[in-house]
């Protein structure tokens, strides 16, 4: 791994966990578990007097009471950070440093996106829904509330919804309380935390996260394209025991049983391999049922392990074709790094 990552790197990882990858042993993330990223500060949010706010051709003004009333979903959705594997490219893009462990499956409660902008009236011409969040900073020195767009056609999608709980419990802070945006396949910056005010523009939206953050840029000077859904990725559990200060894993000789999940925004994962000699050879593992559609599918596979250093990997193929590469295609903003895992194993007799 390269080495020097700087007090700023450290302050952001700090604050926005992973989740650890042995919790890939549970099918839904138990709440504490589940990746955290906030830009800014996480708001302190009083329920009784917040309200969300609709503007389409009518303005709608939607207290947690209003919107607890409506007909409700839950879903299990997967959700990861664009970042995720940030830190494993060369150089490092500077920012907060995920590994592989930015990702989390939770269910989700809350209401349709659709019928509540149809309510609130789409105004002719509109080509983006933009969603604002409560929570304001400066990034790239441009003071800002976090916001993010859609294009109307992607927000009216029916499995978009607006989440006031999750795993059974209201939003807690970190996550949005007390609503955020739900938006399946796609990488976590599209769903909103501590939303505010919905609106509409007859305009692509041209703020921050928009057209400065959350682009596949090659180079400094190149505009880029935006990152959307996530790119096909899988992770192993990992086996055995760790060493506390390399996370080395050590097993004992014998069979073993490797366990992950598998996710992809642009497909059914159709395929897992894994392998345990760094990706030269590979085994077909054998899929599970994801618990819904837009939530990881497990897979498994059982490994006579012998005595010696292994290194294990898993690549997944979704139904669009999409892969994961063994190296990681590098971009300015260390984003979609979908390259395989690696987790080095001793095995002793
Ligand atoms: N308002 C707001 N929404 C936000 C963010 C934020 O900083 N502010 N972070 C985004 C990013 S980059 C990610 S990856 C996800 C993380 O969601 P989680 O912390 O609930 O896992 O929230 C997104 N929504
Ligand atoms: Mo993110």
Request: hydrophobic share 40%; charged share 20%.
């Amino acid at each position: 791994m390269s080495t020097g990552i700087s007090l700023e790197e450290l302050q952001l990882a700090a604050r926005n966990h992973g989740m650890p990858l042995e919790a890939l042993r549970h099918e839904i993330t138990p709440l504490g578990l589940h990746y955290l990223l906030v830009h800014y500060d996480i708001p302190v949010v009083d329920p009784a007097t917040w309200r969300l706010a609709v503007a389409g051709t009518r303005e709608l003004s939607l207290s947690l009471d209003d919107l607890r009333a409506r007909d409700a979903v839950t879903a299990p959705v997967t959700m990861e950070c664009a970042g995720n594997g940030r830190a494993l490219l060369e150089p490092r893009p500077v920012s907060q440093p995920w590994l592989t462990e930015a990702v989390g499956t939770a269910a989700w409660t809350g209401v349709p996106l659709a019928p509540l902008l149809a309510e609130a009236g789409i105004p002719d011409g509109a080509v983006e829904v933009v969603f604002t969040g409560l929570d304001r900073g400066v990034e790239g020195g441009v003071e800002q509330l976090y916001e993010r767009s859609l294009s109307v056609d992607d927000a009216m999608r029916d499995d978009v919804m607006l989440a006031y709980a999750c795993n059974g419990v209201p939003l807690p802070p970190q996550h949005g309380f007390p609503l955020r945006l739900l938006v399946p396949g796609w990488y976590g910056m599209t769903s909103v935390k501590w939303l505010q005010r919905i609106g509409f523009t007859r305009e692509p939206f041209t703020g921050y996260q928009m057209v400065t953050g959350y682009r596949m840029r090659a180079g400094e000077d190149d505009p880029g394209t935006p990152v959307t859904r996530m790119e096909p990725r899988s992770l192993i559990a990992p086996p055995g025991i760790p060493d506390f200060m390399t996370r080395r894993r050590f097993l004992t000789a014998g069979r073993h049983r490797l366990e992950g999940r598998a996710w992809s925004g642009w497909g059914a994962i159709e395929q897992v391999d894994i392998s345990t000699d760094g990706g030269e050879t590979w085994r077909p593992a054998s899929p599970g049922s994801a618990p819904g559609p837009a939530a990881w599918t497990p897979f498994a596979l059982d490994w006579e392990a012998t005595e010696g250093e292994h290194v294990l990997c898993s690549r997944a193929r979704d139904a669009s074709g999409r892969t994961q590469p063994a190296a990681p295609p590098w971009n300015v903003g260390g984003y979609a790094n979908n390259a395989l895992q690696r987790i080095p194993v001793t095995v002793r007799a």
